[in-house]
């Protein structure tokens, strides 16, 4: 994080961060909650048999990837236009703290970003990989582009166009996914929204204007 963010700051982003993912896995379960009742519900008023082929249908419309989620979001901040390129190119981007706040390690290969992730009590790992672009066009906008991959598959794209002003700078982020999701993840899609901004406000951006879109 940068140098000039103080240490209070840096235990809230990583409370906010952490009780985010608990969130998100209570939103998780709470679609298998779902799918737990709706087989009780059927197996109590018909069967065992019709009950279990009705969990195991739910079960692959609840697992099977087939959304995809993207959206846009508009940040005011009074950084320049240079300290947010900065940000956004380094091992930190601010659009991605719910990631880097959370990996076990952070390091660079080929001057990309490198996040690398344990679970299932380490049994398990991912390595989340950022590459960044930029580019300055004649008219002096800025754009940063990062592309995400996870075990070298893609994950994800961010492109923001940074505009300075008289106080400092106005950023539009785009982003899509390129993996898609089943519907137990739909859920922490939808409750996600207050803890990403407020995540982005400790860090100095406010968010102006968010449109989030699932879909498939």
């Given at each position: 994080?940068?140098?000039?963010?103080?240490?209070?700051?840096?235990?809230?982003?990583?409370?906010?961060?952490?009780?985010?993912?608990?969130?998100?896995?209570?939103?998780?379960?709470?679609?298998?909650?779902?799918?737990?009742?709706?087989?009780?519900?059927?197996?109590?008023?018909?069967?065992?048999?019709?009950?279990?082929?009705?969990?195991?249908?739910?079960?692959?419309?609840?697992?099977?990837?087939?959304f995809r989620s993207s959206g846009t979001v508009?940040?005011?901040?009074?950084k320049p236009p240079e300290t947010v390129i900065e940000q956004?190119?380094?091992?930190?981007?601010?659009?991605?703290?719910?990631?880097?706040?959370?990996?076990?390690?952070?390091?660079?290969?080929?001057?990309?970003?490198?996040?690398?992730?344990?679970?299932?009590?380490?049994?398990?790992?991912?390595?989340?990989?950022?590459?960044?672009?930029?580019?300055?066009?004649?008219?002096?906008?800025?754009?940063?582009?990062?592309?995400?991959?996870?075990?070298?598959?893609?994950?994800?794209?961010?492109?923001?166009?940074?505009?300075?002003?008289?106080?400092?700078?106005?950023?539009?982020?785009?982003?899509?996914?390129?993996?898609?999701?089943?519907?137990?993840?739909?859920?922490?899609?939808?409750?996600?929204?207050?803890?990403?901004?407020?995540?982005?406000?400790?860090?100095?951006?406010?968010?102006?204007?968010?449109?989030?879109?699932?879909?498939?």
């Amino acid at each position: 994080m940068p140098s000039n963010e103080t240490s209070g700051q840096r235990q809230e982003l990583q409370r906010l961060t952490a009780h985010y993912h608990r969130i998100e896995r209570i939103a998780t379960g709470s679609v298998a909650i779902v799918v737990s009742a709706l087989f009780l519900g059927i197996y109590v008023t018909s069967e065992l048999f019709p009950a279990v082929a009705a969990a195991a249908v739910l079960i692959i419309i609840v697992r099977t990837p087939v959304f995809r989620s993207s959206g846009t979001v508009r940040l005011r901040t009074d950084k320049p236009p240079e300290t947010v390129i900065e940000q956004l190119t380094g091992l930190r981007p601010p659009i991605l703290a719910f990631q880097w706040c959370v990996a076990d390690e952070i390091t660079t290969k080929a001057n990309d970003a490198v996040y690398s992730f344990s679970y299932l009590f380490r049994l398990r790992s991912a390595a989340m990989r950022v590459h960044t672009e930029t580019e300055t066009t004649s008219d002096g906008s800025n754009f940063v582009e990062l592309t995400i991959e996870i075990n070298n598959d893609p994950w994800g794209t961010y492109t923001a166009t940074i505009e300075g002003n008289d106080t400092g700078s106005i950023v539009e982020v785009e982003y899509s996914s390129d993996r898609r999701f089943g519907l137990r993840r739909v859920p922490q899609q939808l409750l996600g929204k207050r803890y990403h901004d407020q995540v982005l406000e400790l860090q100095g951006f406010s968010v102006v204007e968010r449109e989030r879109n699932v879909g498939v």
